[in-house]
């Protein structure tokens, strides 16, 4: 049974900086992708970041491109995701996500929000 737990959001400032915390269970987190994605009100779920734990490969949306990065401790079994010089525009309820097998290698470079296990997702909020 995967699990997700996500933390770290909260409301910062416009240009402040953040880190998500994803802590996975019931994986081994070597096998699997986890996905980042983000969904403000009255919008569709976007893809912000994938990791693919297999190889190391990171790939991260134009939007957030040079000011996110993701990064992964399989020690901790948990994937983070740093977000520096943060907009308003970034604000939204960020998700973590696990996918494993065929549909890793295709959803997580193309950051389709179509990932099989879900957490529950972490608030952030961009505002002076």
């Known amino acids: 049974q995967v699990q997700l737990v996500e933390s770290g959001g909260g409301l910062v400032q416009p240009g402040g900086s953040l880190r998500l915390s994803c802590a996975a269970s019931g994986i081994i987190l070597d096998y699997y992708a986890i996905g980042w994605f983000r969904q403000a009100p009255g919008k569709e779920r976007e893809g912000v970041s994938c990791?693919?734990?297999?190889?190391?490969?990171?790939y991260y949306a134009d939007s957030v491109k040079g000011r996110f990065t993701i990064s992964r401790d399989n020690a901790e079994n948990t994937v983070y995701l740093q977000m520096n010089s943060l907009i308003p525009e970034d604000s939204a309820v960020y998700f973590c996500a696990a996918e494993t097998g065929y549909y890793r290698d295709y959803l997580c470079p193309n950051l389709r929000p179509a990932f099989s296990s879900w957490g529950q997702g972490t608030q952030v909020t961009v505002s002076s």
């Open positions: 990791i693919n734990n297999s190889d190391g490969s990171a």
